[in-house]
Protein backbone atom coordinates (compact mmCIF):
# COMPACT_ATOMS: atom_id res chain seq x y z
CA UNK A 1 0.00 0.00 0.00
CA UNK A 2 1.05 3.45 -0.52
CA UNK A 3 2.23 5.96 2.36
CA UNK A 4 -0.82 8.78 2.47
CA UNK A 5 1.33 11.72 1.66
CA UNK A 6 0.46 14.98 2.87
CA UNK A 7 0.78 18.54 0.65
CA UNK A 8 4.52 19.63 0.88
CA UNK A 9 4.65 23.05 1.94
CA UNK A 10 8.52 23.56 0.71
CA UNK A 11 9.15 24.49 -2.59
CA UNK A 12 8.40 22.52 -5.70
CA UNK A 13 11.55 22.34 -7.36
CA UNK A 14 13.81 22.06 -4.27
CA UNK A 15 15.08 18.81 -2.07
CA UNK A 16 16.29 20.54 1.48
CA UNK A 17 19.32 18.69 2.62
CA UNK A 18 18.65 16.95 6.37
CA UNK A 19 15.49 17.17 6.26
CA UNK A 20 12.75 14.41 6.65
CA UNK A 21 9.79 15.32 4.20
CA UNK A 22 7.29 14.62 5.25
CA UNK A 23 7.69 16.13 8.78
CA UNK A 24 9.25 19.17 7.63
CA UNK A 25 7.50 22.38 8.89
CA UNK A 26 7.48 25.01 6.31
CA UNK A 27 11.12 26.90 5.46
CA UNK A 28 11.19 30.15 6.70
CA UNK A 29 12.30 32.55 3.83
CA UNK A 30 14.91 34.84 4.52
CA UNK A 31 15.61 38.06 2.64
CA UNK A 32 17.97 39.63 4.49
CA UNK A 33 21.01 39.60 6.79
CA UNK A 34 22.41 42.12 8.64
CA UNK A 35 25.14 41.07 11.20
CA UNK A 36 24.05 39.00 13.94
CA UNK A 37 20.47 39.31 12.28
CA UNK A 38 18.14 37.50 9.94
CA UNK A 39 15.10 39.72 8.89
CA UNK A 40 11.80 36.83 7.71
CA UNK A 41 9.64 37.64 4.77
CA UNK A 42 6.96 38.14 7.45
CA UNK A 43 8.96 41.13 8.86
CA UNK A 44 10.21 39.53 12.18
CA UNK A 45 14.41 39.70 13.11
CA UNK A 46 15.49 36.84 14.73
CA UNK A 47 18.85 36.55 16.10
CA UNK A 48 21.20 34.00 14.62
CA UNK A 49 22.40 31.87 17.79
CA UNK A 50 24.61 29.59 15.48
CA UNK A 51 26.20 31.28 12.86
CA UNK A 52 23.91 29.82 10.37
CA UNK A 53 25.49 26.42 9.78
CA UNK A 54 28.46 26.98 11.83
CA UNK A 55 29.83 29.47 9.33
CA UNK A 56 28.93 33.49 9.80
CA UNK A 57 31.63 33.88 12.23
CA UNK A 58 31.41 37.80 11.66
CA UNK A 59 27.38 37.71 11.02
CA UNK A 60 25.57 38.24 7.99
CA UNK A 61 26.21 40.53 4.83
CA UNK A 62 29.24 42.07 6.40
CA UNK A 63 30.11 45.11 4.46
CA UNK A 64 34.33 44.29 4.14
CA UNK A 65 34.03 40.95 3.11
CA UNK A 66 31.24 42.15 0.32
CA UNK A 67 33.50 44.85 -0.69
CA UNK A 68 36.13 42.13 -0.92
CA UNK A 69 33.95 39.58 -3.19
CA UNK A 70 32.85 42.72 -5.46
CA UNK A 71 36.39 44.25 -5.99
CA UNK A 72 37.97 40.31 -6.68
CA UNK A 73 34.79 39.58 -9.16
CA UNK A 74 35.34 42.86 -11.59
CA UNK A 75 39.18 41.24 -11.86
CA UNK A 76 39.49 37.70 -12.19
CA UNK A 77 36.61 35.42 -10.74
CA UNK A 78 38.22 31.66 -12.02
CA UNK A 79 40.81 30.29 -13.14
CA UNK A 80 41.99 26.97 -13.43
CA UNK A 81 44.54 26.25 -10.90
CA UNK A 82 47.04 23.95 -12.13
CA UNK A 83 49.87 25.64 -14.19
CA UNK A 84 48.49 28.68 -13.14
CA UNK A 85 48.28 30.32 -9.59
CA UNK A 86 47.05 34.25 -8.53
CA UNK A 87 47.47 36.21 -5.74
CA UNK A 88 44.39 35.46 -3.38
CA UNK A 89 45.26 31.86 -3.30
CA UNK A 90 48.82 32.59 -2.53
CA UNK A 91 47.83 35.40 0.03
CA UNK A 92 45.38 32.77 1.98
CA UNK A 93 48.07 30.07 2.26
CA UNK A 94 50.67 32.70 3.16
CA UNK A 95 48.48 34.15 6.05
CA UNK A 96 46.87 30.82 7.38
CA UNK A 97 50.19 28.84 7.45
CA UNK A 98 51.71 32.28 9.45
CA UNK A 99 49.10 31.34 12.15
CA UNK A 100 49.13 27.61 12.28
CA UNK A 101 51.66 25.56 14.52
CA UNK A 102 54.85 24.07 13.87
CA UNK A 103 55.94 23.00 10.28
CA UNK A 104 52.33 22.91 8.89
CA UNK A 105 53.47 25.20 5.48
CA UNK A 106 51.56 23.04 2.66
CA UNK A 107 47.96 24.04 1.48
CA UNK A 108 45.87 21.89 -0.70
CA UNK A 109 42.70 24.03 -1.72
CA UNK A 110 39.26 22.30 -1.99
CA UNK A 111 35.34 23.09 -1.41
CA UNK A 112 34.14 22.47 1.72
CA UNK A 113 34.52 20.60 5.00
CA UNK A 114 33.90 17.12 3.77
CA UNK A 115 36.19 17.45 1.00
CA UNK A 116 38.74 19.03 3.01
CA UNK A 117 38.56 15.72 5.19
CA UNK A 118 38.88 13.66 2.01
CA UNK A 119 42.12 15.60 0.81
CA UNK A 120 43.29 15.16 4.45
CA UNK A 121 42.38 11.15 4.94
CA UNK A 122 44.08 10.75 1.15
CA UNK A 123 47.16 12.48 1.98
CA UNK A 124 47.84 10.53 4.99
CA UNK A 125 47.25 7.09 2.83
CA UNK A 126 49.38 8.33 0.14
CA UNK A 127 51.78 9.36 2.18
CA UNK A 128 52.82 5.86 3.87
CA UNK A 129 52.48 4.15 -0.08
CA UNK A 130 55.17 6.64 -1.19
CA UNK A 131 57.42 6.33 1.34
CA UNK A 132 56.82 2.06 0.56
CA UNK A 133 54.51 1.32 3.54
CA UNK A 134 51.15 -0.23 4.02
CA UNK A 135 48.79 0.90 6.52
CA UNK A 136 45.82 -0.38 6.56
CA UNK A 137 43.17 1.64 8.37
CA UNK A 138 42.76 5.02 10.38
CA UNK A 139 41.94 5.36 14.61
CA UNK A 140 38.83 7.57 14.39
CA UNK A 141 36.22 8.87 17.50
CA UNK A 142 33.15 7.44 18.60
CA UNK A 143 30.39 10.26 17.74
CA UNK A 144 32.78 11.79 15.17
CA UNK A 145 31.09 13.75 11.91
CA UNK A 146 33.85 14.50 9.49
CA UNK A 147 31.27 15.40 6.42
CA UNK A 148 28.78 13.30 4.32
CA UNK A 149 31.09 11.98 1.20
CA UNK A 150 31.94 8.31 1.08
CA UNK A 151 35.30 8.92 3.07
CA UNK A 152 34.55 11.48 4.99
CA UNK A 153 31.20 9.27 6.26
CA UNK A 154 33.90 6.28 7.21
CA UNK A 155 35.71 7.91 9.56
CA UNK A 156 32.83 9.46 10.94
CA UNK A 157 30.48 7.78 13.65
CA UNK A 158 28.46 4.89 12.13
CA UNK A 159 24.83 6.33 12.83
CA UNK A 160 21.27 7.24 11.70
CA UNK A 161 23.09 9.15 8.97
CA UNK A 162 25.34 6.40 7.62
CA UNK A 163 22.97 3.62 8.10
CA UNK A 164 22.10 2.92 4.48
CA UNK A 165 25.41 3.03 3.01
CA UNK A 166 27.23 1.03 5.67
CA UNK A 167 28.17 -1.42 2.76
CA UNK A 168 30.01 1.04 0.99
CA UNK A 169 31.70 2.32 3.62
CA UNK A 170 35.02 1.05 4.58
CA UNK A 171 36.34 0.44 8.01
CA UNK A 172 38.13 2.13 10.81
CA UNK A 173 38.61 1.61 14.17
CA UNK A 174 37.01 3.51 16.96
CA UNK A 175 37.74 5.28 20.23
CA UNK A 176 36.09 6.70 22.88
CA UNK A 177 35.83 10.56 23.04
CA UNK A 178 36.33 11.42 26.23
CA UNK A 179 33.77 13.96 26.67
CA UNK A 180 33.16 16.41 29.97
CA UNK A 181 31.31 19.03 31.17
CA UNK A 182 31.05 21.52 34.45
CA UNK A 183 31.77 19.92 37.12
CA UNK A 184 32.62 16.26 35.74
CA UNK A 185 35.64 14.80 37.98
CA UNK A 186 36.09 11.91 36.13
CA UNK A 187 37.38 13.90 33.51
CA UNK A 188 41.24 12.31 33.54
CA UNK A 189 40.45 9.04 34.35
CA UNK A 190 38.39 8.95 31.18
CA UNK A 191 41.42 10.42 29.01
CA UNK A 192 43.52 7.96 30.52
CA UNK A 193 41.41 5.07 29.52
CA UNK A 194 41.34 5.92 25.75
CA UNK A 195 45.13 6.55 26.03
CA UNK A 196 45.47 3.50 27.60
CA UNK A 197 43.18 1.54 24.96
CA UNK A 198 44.69 3.96 22.18
CA UNK A 199 48.72 2.30 23.26
CA UNK A 200 47.48 -1.19 23.39
CA UNK A 201 45.88 -0.62 19.89
CA UNK A 202 49.51 0.47 19.01
CA UNK A 203 51.44 -1.82 20.34
CA UNK A 204 49.77 -4.50 19.17
CA UNK A 205 50.10 -3.13 15.49
CA UNK A 206 52.71 -0.41 15.18
CA UNK A 207 52.71 -0.63 11.48
CA UNK A 208 49.14 -0.45 10.97
CA UNK A 209 47.50 2.63 11.14
CA UNK A 210 47.80 5.33 8.55
CA UNK A 211 46.63 8.15 11.01
CA UNK A 212 44.31 9.30 14.01
CA UNK A 213 41.49 11.44 12.87
CA UNK A 214 39.72 13.88 15.54
CA UNK A 215 37.95 16.72 16.12
CA UNK A 216 39.93 18.65 18.27
CA UNK A 217 38.12 19.84 21.48
CA UNK A 218 34.77 20.12 20.05
CA UNK A 219 32.73 17.35 18.38
CA UNK A 220 30.40 19.15 16.46
CA UNK A 221 27.56 17.23 14.73
CA UNK A 222 27.50 14.24 17.47
CA UNK A 223 26.38 16.87 20.04
CA UNK A 224 29.08 19.44 20.69
CA UNK A 225 30.81 17.19 22.97
CA UNK A 226 33.60 18.61 24.14
CA UNK A 227 37.15 17.47 25.76
CA UNK A 228 39.74 19.01 27.44
CA UNK A 229 43.44 20.37 25.87
CA UNK A 230 45.52 17.75 28.36
CA UNK A 231 43.58 14.55 26.42
CA UNK A 232 45.32 16.55 22.99
CA UNK A 233 48.31 16.87 24.31
CA UNK A 234 48.78 12.98 25.60
CA UNK A 235 47.18 12.33 22.14
CA UNK A 236 50.16 13.96 20.58
CA UNK A 237 52.66 12.53 22.39
CA UNK A 238 51.53 8.99 21.94
CA UNK A 239 51.24 9.89 17.89
CA UNK A 240 54.83 11.04 18.01
CA UNK A 241 55.95 7.94 20.06
CA UNK A 242 54.13 5.28 17.64
CA UNK A 243 55.01 7.66 14.31
CA UNK A 244 51.77 7.71 13.03
CA UNK A 245 49.69 10.72 11.70
CA UNK A 246 47.72 13.38 13.65
CA UNK A 247 44.84 14.71 11.29
CA UNK A 248 42.96 17.39 13.41
CA UNK A 249 39.77 18.01 11.64
CA UNK A 250 39.64 21.58 12.54
CA UNK A 251 36.47 22.66 9.99
CA UNK A 252 34.00 24.13 12.83
CA UNK A 253 36.86 24.63 15.18
CA UNK A 254 39.17 26.62 13.22
CA UNK A 255 38.63 30.63 12.96
CA UNK A 256 37.99 31.41 16.51
CA UNK A 257 35.69 29.15 17.54
CA UNK A 258 37.45 27.91 20.83
CA UNK A 259 38.71 31.43 21.70
CA UNK A 260 41.87 30.81 19.78
CA UNK A 261 42.77 31.17 16.30
CA UNK A 262 42.18 27.14 16.06
CA UNK A 263 42.37 24.84 18.71
CA UNK A 264 45.34 23.18 18.11
CA UNK A 265 46.64 26.72 19.42
CA UNK A 266 44.24 26.28 22.46
CA UNK A 267 45.78 22.84 23.37
CA UNK A 268 49.25 23.70 21.93
CA UNK A 269 49.36 20.86 19.91
CA UNK A 270 50.93 20.19 16.11
CA UNK A 271 49.09 17.94 14.02
CA UNK A 272 50.39 16.56 11.31
CA UNK A 273 47.49 17.68 8.63
CA UNK A 274 44.54 20.00 9.71
CA UNK A 275 41.30 20.57 7.42
CA UNK A 276 39.66 24.02 7.53
CA UNK A 277 36.39 25.39 6.25
CA UNK A 278 33.69 26.58 7.99
CA UNK A 279 34.53 29.79 9.04
CA UNK A 280 37.34 30.45 5.92
CA UNK A 281 35.93 32.42 4.19
CA UNK A 282 33.46 33.90 6.91
CA UNK A 283 30.25 32.24 6.17
CA UNK A 284 30.33 33.94 2.31
CA UNK A 285 31.74 31.80 0.23
CA UNK A 286 32.49 28.14 -0.10
CA UNK A 287 36.02 27.29 -0.07
CA UNK A 288 38.37 25.22 2.52
CA UNK A 289 41.78 24.38 3.09
CA UNK A 290 43.52 21.05 4.18
CA UNK A 291 47.13 22.18 5.41
CA UNK A 292 49.84 19.36 5.67
CA UNK A 293 53.63 19.55 7.17
CA UNK A 294 56.81 19.60 5.23
CA UNK A 295 57.34 16.20 5.53
CA UNK A 296 54.09 14.93 3.81
CA UNK A 297 54.90 17.15 1.34
CA UNK A 298 58.23 15.90 1.00
CA UNK A 299 57.00 12.57 0.34
CA UNK A 300 55.10 13.81 -2.94
CA UNK A 301 57.92 15.86 -3.97
CA UNK A 302 58.87 13.81 -6.93
CA UNK A 303 58.70 13.29 -10.54
CA UNK A 304 56.87 9.95 -10.36
CA UNK A 305 53.46 9.90 -11.22
CA UNK A 306 52.66 6.91 -8.81
CA UNK A 307 53.96 9.29 -5.78
CA UNK A 308 51.52 12.31 -7.54
CA UNK A 309 48.85 13.52 -5.54
CA UNK A 310 46.14 12.77 -8.16
CA UNK A 311 43.34 15.54 -6.65
CA UNK A 312 41.30 18.28 -7.58
CA UNK A 313 38.36 20.33 -8.20
CA UNK A 314 37.01 21.92 -10.76
CA UNK A 315 36.41 25.59 -8.41
CA UNK A 316 39.95 24.43 -6.61
CA UNK A 317 40.92 28.01 -5.19
CA UNK A 318 38.52 29.94 -6.28
CA UNK A 319 39.97 33.30 -6.58
CA UNK A 320 36.67 35.14 -5.19
CA UNK A 321 36.76 32.77 -2.44
CA UNK A 322 39.98 33.29 -1.30
CA UNK A 323 39.88 37.25 -1.36
CA UNK A 324 36.43 36.73 1.06
CA UNK A 325 38.87 34.57 2.91
CA UNK A 326 41.61 37.57 3.14
CA UNK A 327 38.96 39.91 4.37
CA UNK A 328 37.23 37.47 6.89
CA UNK A 329 41.37 37.01 8.17
CA UNK A 330 41.42 40.63 8.96
CA UNK A 331 38.20 40.61 10.47
CA UNK A 332 39.69 37.93 12.83
CA UNK A 333 42.61 40.15 14.04
CA UNK A 334 39.81 42.98 14.54
CA UNK A 335 37.19 40.86 16.32
CA UNK A 336 40.04 38.59 18.58
CA UNK A 337 38.86 40.89 21.84
CA UNK A 338 35.31 39.11 21.32
CA UNK A 339 35.85 35.66 20.44
CA UNK A 340 39.07 35.22 23.33
CA UNK A 341 36.42 37.14 25.47
CA UNK A 342 33.50 35.08 25.20
CA UNK A 343 33.88 32.01 26.85
CA UNK A 344 33.37 33.79 29.89
CA UNK A 345 30.59 35.24 29.00
CA UNK A 346 28.91 31.81 28.28
CA UNK A 347 29.80 31.22 31.89
CA UNK A 348 28.22 33.92 33.61
CA UNK A 349 25.53 33.10 31.83
CA UNK A 350 25.40 29.44 31.99
CA UNK A 351 25.92 29.77 35.81
CA UNK A 352 22.86 31.73 35.91
CA UNK A 353 21.01 28.60 33.79
CA UNK A 354 22.47 25.98 36.12
CA UNK A 355 19.55 25.47 38.79
CA UNK A 356 17.25 24.69 36.14
CA UNK A 357 15.94 21.56 36.96
CA UNK A 358 15.39 20.29 33.00
CA UNK A 359 19.30 20.39 32.51
CA UNK A 360 22.67 18.42 32.59
CA UNK A 361 25.67 18.46 31.18
CA UNK A 362 26.35 22.13 30.47
CA UNK A 363 29.70 23.06 29.17
CA UNK A 364 31.64 25.94 27.34
CA UNK A 365 34.44 26.17 24.99
CA UNK A 366 35.44 29.27 23.95
CA UNK A 367 32.63 30.47 21.48
CA UNK A 368 30.63 27.33 22.20
CA UNK A 369 28.31 26.43 24.56
CA UNK A 370 26.01 23.69 24.96
CA UNK A 371 23.88 22.14 27.60
CA UNK A 372 21.00 18.79 27.67
CA UNK A 373 17.78 18.79 27.81
CA UNK A 374 16.61 16.08 29.99
CA UNK A 375 13.36 14.79 29.17
CA UNK A 376 11.69 11.76 28.63
CA UNK A 377 12.88 10.75 25.59
CA UNK A 378 15.60 8.88 24.78
CA UNK A 379 18.80 11.22 24.23
CA UNK A 380 19.98 11.54 20.41
CA UNK A 381 19.23 13.68 17.44
CA UNK A 382 15.66 12.47 16.99
CA UNK A 383 14.56 14.04 20.63
CA UNK A 384 11.63 15.42 20.24
CA UNK A 385 12.19 18.26 21.81
CA UNK A 386 14.45 19.33 19.24
CA UNK A 387 11.68 19.86 16.83
CA UNK A 388 9.61 22.15 19.49
CA UNK A 389 12.88 24.64 20.29
CA UNK A 390 13.68 24.87 16.58
CA UNK A 391 10.02 26.02 15.78
CA UNK A 392 9.23 27.77 19.45
CA UNK A 393 12.67 29.35 19.02
CA UNK A 394 11.87 31.59 16.45
CA UNK A 395 8.91 33.39 17.99
CA UNK A 396 11.41 34.01 20.91
CA UNK A 397 13.21 36.00 18.13
CA UNK A 398 16.09 33.53 18.33
CA UNK A 399 17.32 30.83 15.37
CA UNK A 400 18.54 27.72 17.04
CA UNK A 401 18.77 24.17 15.90
CA UNK A 402 19.36 21.92 18.61
CA UNK A 403 21.45 18.30 17.76
CA UNK A 404 18.52 16.44 19.49
CA UNK A 405 18.28 17.03 23.12
CA UNK A 406 21.54 19.21 23.22
CA UNK A 407 20.99 22.96 22.88
CA UNK A 408 23.63 24.99 22.14
CA UNK A 409 24.88 28.71 21.23
CA UNK A 410 27.58 29.09 18.77
CA UNK A 411 26.97 33.34 18.06
CA UNK A 412 29.00 35.48 15.85
CA UNK A 413 31.81 37.62 16.78
CA UNK A 414 29.63 40.75 16.01
CA UNK A 415 27.68 39.66 19.17
CA UNK A 416 27.96 41.66 22.31
CA UNK A 417 27.75 40.89 25.56
CA UNK A 418 23.77 42.21 26.18
CA UNK A 419 23.16 40.45 22.97
CA UNK A 420 24.51 37.12 24.68
CA UNK A 421 21.98 37.51 27.69
CA UNK A 422 19.27 38.50 25.57
CA UNK A 423 19.84 34.92 23.70
CA UNK A 424 19.80 32.98 27.33
CA UNK A 425 16.75 35.33 28.52
CA UNK A 426 15.10 33.77 25.69
CA UNK A 427 16.29 30.06 25.90
CA UNK A 428 15.26 30.45 30.15
CA UNK A 429 11.73 31.49 28.81
CA UNK A 430 11.99 28.29 26.04
CA UNK A 431 11.99 26.08 29.14
CA UNK A 432 9.40 27.36 30.84
CA UNK A 433 7.49 27.30 28.36
C1 LIG B 1 30.58 20.54 9.02
C2 LIG B 1 31.71 19.66 9.30
C3 LIG B 1 32.29 18.89 8.27
C4 LIG B 1 31.73 18.86 6.88
O1 LIG B 1 31.80 20.10 6.28
P1 LIG B 1 30.84 20.45 5.04
O2 LIG B 1 31.27 21.80 4.62
O3 LIG B 1 29.44 20.42 5.59
O4 LIG B 1 31.06 19.41 4.01
C5 LIG B 1 33.41 18.13 8.57
N1 LIG B 1 33.93 18.12 9.81
C6 LIG B 1 33.41 18.84 10.82
C7 LIG B 1 34.05 18.81 12.16
C8 LIG B 1 32.28 19.62 10.60
O5 LIG B 1 31.74 20.33 11.61
Not at 159 to 175: C, G, K, Q, R
Not at 266 to 277: G, M, N, T
Request: net charge negative.
Amino acid sequence: MREQKKSSTMHKNIWYPFTIIQDAPEPLKVTKGDGLWLELEDGRRIMDCISSWWVNIHGHAHPKIAEAIHEQAKKLEQVIFANFTHDPAEKVAEQVTNRLPGDLNRVFYSDDGSTAVEVGMKMAWQYWKNRGEERKTFICFEGAYHGDTFGAMSAGARSMFTEVFSELLFDVEFLPYPQTWIGDDEAGDKEDAVIEQLEAMLNENPDKYAGIMIEPLIQGAGGMRMCRTSFLQKLHWVNRQYGTLLLFDEVMTGFGRTGHWFASDRAQVEPDIICLAKGLTGGSLPLSITVCSDEIYEAFNSSDPMKTFWHGHSYTANPIGCAAAIASMELMEENEPTFSAMEQWHREELDQLMDHSKLKKQRVTGTIAAIEIDNEDEDGYLNEVANHIKKESVNHGLLLRPLGNVLYLMPPYCTTRDELSTMYKGIAELLEG
